[in-house]
């Protein structure tokens, strides 16, 4: 015949004393009262874990913070998820471990991994750019989102006041580079699919022209605007120097004179100022 166990009541649970060795007070259906000598109080669950049939305890959590009611509620709980064959500790702590890489894999978080790669492929001052761009535009709103809860209903959110400065070639790299971020995610097992592949089509689209430029004749008459126009003697030299050498903005403004070789008229840019990664000579007169 099996032994019926009497529920505790809430004075038993209350007034139960320390012992010189823990004892246990029991309240049916493996819910357990642990009292320690200390005079602490555990609630605990002893129960055979699916398939492997193995006895264990499952802590609810000490008494008084838990109450009696409280420790029955949990105790429901697992003997629902058991009568499916789910182990109770084992659906805790992957509660627990989901949570857990919630906080810990925000975008921001992921977007920093990301970046670490990222700046290998590419120059130092479009690096800094990217990041840029995104402390700017991307971080101070969802950053702290976790990965894989951005939708894209929130990075459009995010983007639309960019959209309606009318700055579309912003709005253009800010969806490129959500959508590495996105994608550098998947790739590392961190969401399933990326949410975002179609963002895009909800901005208009840059118009493409053609960048300002002068003719042969015409410049002349720039070299004299240049001359006496109001700004820093220095920029004036920048833009001499980029006219002599044909060479980009941000390699001639990152120029240090141990790059130019006075005595063969030739300026070696490195490798990892140029946007091919490969080093480029220029004849400077």
């Given at each position: ?8 009541t809430n ?14 007070l ?11 000598p ?17 006895r264990?305890?499952l ?12 420790a ?10 058991l009568?499916?064959?789910i ?6 702590d992957?509660i ?78 800010i ?8 994608n ?19 901005f ?32 004036r030299?920048?833009i ?20 130019i ?9 490195p ?9 480029s ?5």
């Open positions: 015949m099996a032994r019926i166990t009497t529920p505790l004075t038993e649970v209350k007034q139960a004393k320390a012992r010189d060795k823990e004892y246990n029991s309240d049916g259906e493996g819910l357990q009262l642990r009292i320690k200390n005079g602490s109080k555990l609630w605990l669950l002893n129960y055979s874990r699916p398939y492997t049939k193995k264990v305890n802590g609810f959590g000490k008494y008084p913070d838990i109450s009696l009611a409280d029955r509620k949990l105790r429901a709980e697992a003997r629902t998820l009568a499916k064959n182990d109770p500790m084992e659906h805790r992957s627990s471990n989901h949570q857990k890489e919630k906080i810990e894999n925000t975008l921001l978080n992921v977007a920093k991994k990301w970046f670490q790669v990222k700046k290998s492929a590419v120059t130092p001052n479009y690096a800094e750019d990217i990041w840029r761009s995104l402390e700017l535009h991307v971080f101070p709103y969802i950053g702290k989102r976790p990965i894989s809860e951005i939708t894209a209903p929130i990075a459009i959110k995010t983007i639309a006041p960019i959209a309606e400065k009318g700055s579309l070639e912003t709005v253009k790299r969806n490129q580079r959500l959508n590495e971020i996105m550098f995610a998947v790739n590392t097992g961190l969401i399933h699919s990326n949410p975002l592949t179609g963002i895009k089509a909800a208009e689209k840059p118009k493409k022209q053609n960048m300002p430029t002068i003719k042969p004749d015409e410049l002349p008459d720039f070299m004299r605007a240049l001359s006496i126009a109001s700004i820093k003697i220095v920029t030299y920048l001499e120097w980029q006219l002599h050498t044909i060479a980009r903005p941000s390699e001639a403004a990152g120029a240090k004179w141990s790059e070789d006075f005595e063969n008229n030739l300026w070696n840019i490798a990892d100022r140029m946007k091919k990664k490969t080093s000579f220029r004849t400077v007169n």
